[in-house]
């Protein structure tokens, strides 16, 4: 009985399919440790997108120089400070005119190209007024209105400050009496009076052998596709000209940052006690001077430009990334996998380069990161304060410098160097999370 209960049923020595094989195997293809990196960093779309964006402003501002027809420095004065986007009076024979704040007249075709300065008939000062010649039509730029209102307007401003007054009476003052007409207003305070001059009295009246343009239309600047500066220099290839500079100084801060901090902390720290007492306190010194400092000391010496913002971040941006590698190496050291390697012999080279880097990937990677938009940031701050970039060279920074003194009339000239900056420093950040959930071994499932 008990040997038939122990004979196996054929049945039961049937082969297994091939998916019931595999059906528990646990494996992942083996990857290296960039693969791998990789691999992850390419399912984080925004920052594959950010790495897409720095790439496109790298190969731009490598390119676009080659074939543009404007270069950083030419200068054409006639056309200094046109817009990108210019409010035109359109003639009957086809063209159009765009009235600068100068009370000139420059020509536009239909398509948006400039086609200079209108041709000069008469200026008369005493009257305010300005003639000019576009085809066969007289243009009048009477700005005698404005001016006129601006002169009453200062006089009122002095009186109203010398008598301590809250308010003015407007009787006397004609464009406030023209605005009011009609109304039981006898007195404004000073601010109604300067927002009625800026907002509400015209600047300009313009008329076209002797009649009055009123239509006017937006067309988009197509000589100059982000407009001139006040010297006529065309603000598009200044500001590719100045990623240049940006870019150059920001990899060149991550370059400093891998040579000199993570090596530097590395040894410090996994060499310990006298030795990195003495490494720390030379960084504490380094680090107690501001950068700005060590600019103007080598500006004394070198001479002003991107060769002293270069030595003096080649001197400090190296300082915390070497602090951040000393501080893991600490903690790793101390893990199973170095007493591993120093139990088979390994050196202390091959146990830095080998086993440390590769496992502080994640903090190195992030920080150089971090830093190129933080060098970025700090070159543009030095030129725009007069301590980077000296003229005609262009930099984001002394972009932002020259737009200053124009910036309620000419906003687009501190709007766009002020975009690219924010766009740049934006990808960098986006990209540099993207790379600590890559290449960071604890972020590993």
Request: proline share 4%; charged share 20%.
């Amino acid at each position: 009985m008990s040997e038939k209960n122990n004979v196996i049923s054929p049945e039961l020595w049937a082969p297994l399919e091939q998916e019931e094989k595999n059906a528990e195997k646990m494996e992942r293809p083996s990857l290296t440790f960039l693969q791998d990196g990789w691999r992850r960093l390419k399912s984080n779309k925004i920052a594959i997108l950010s790495l897409i964006v720095i790439a496109l402003i790298t190969i731009g501002a490598i390119f676009i120089p080659m074939f543009w027809k404007y270069d950083y420095k030419t200068q054409n004065l006639e056309l200094a400070n046109i817009p990108d986007v210019m409010k035109v009076y359109p003639l009957d024979n086809g063209k159009n005119i765009y009235v600068t704040p100068q009370y000139t007249v420059v020509v536009v075709d239909k398509k948006g190209n400039l086609e200079g300065l209108a041709e000069v008939k008469n200026k008369d000062v005493n009257g305010k007024k300005n003639f000019f010649t576009v085809g066969n039509s007289e243009i009048c730029v009477d700005y005698s209105g404005y001016s006129d209102a601006s002169k009453e307007y200062k006089k009122l401003e002095k009186k109203a400050a010398k008598k301590d007054l809250d308010t003015v009476a407007i009787k006397g003052i004609k464009y406030l009496e023209n605005y009011y007409a009609g109304s039981n207003v006898t007195e404004v305070t000073i601010e109604e009076a300067k927002s009625i001059l800026e907002n509400k009295i015209e600047r300009t009246v313009i008329t076209c052998d002797g009649e009055k343009l009123t239509k006017q239309e937006k067309i988009k600047n197509k000589t100059y596709l982000l407009g001139t500066d006040g010297l006529g220099r065309d603000l598009f290839i200044r500001i590719v000209y100045g990623a240049r500079i940006s870019l150059l100084v920001g990899l060149f801060a991550a370059f400093i940052n891998f040579v000199v901090g993570v090596f530097y902390g590395a040894i410090a720290g996994y060499c310990g006690g006298t030795v990195d007492n003495i490494m720390m306190r030379i960084i504490d010194v380094l680090d107690s001077i501001p950068m700005t400092l060590y600019v103007i000391l080598i500006m004394v010496v070198v001479g002003p430009g991107i060769s002293s913002i270069i030595i003096a971040l080649g001197l400090t941006f190296w300082v915390k990334m070497a602090r951040i590698v000393r501080g893991q190496v600490l903690t790793l050291k101390q893990q199973e996998f170095v007493k591993a390697a120093i139990v088979t012999g390994a050196d202390t080279k091959r146990i830095i380069v080998k086993h440390l880097i590769p496992n502080m990937m994640g903090p190195i990677m992030v920080n150089m990161a971090m830093q190129i938009p933080s060098a970025i940031f700090n070159e543009a701050f030095l030129s725009f304060v007069g301590l980077g970039i000296s003229a005609p060279m262009a930099s984001w920074g002394t972009l932002c410098n020259d737009a200053l003194a124009g910036i309620y009339v000419y906003p687009y000239q501190m709007v766009y160097p002020a975009i690219a900056i924010s766009v740049t420093i934006l990808t960098f950040n986006l990209l540099s999370d993207g790379l600590r959930d890559a290449f960071d071994p604890k972020q590993r499932k």
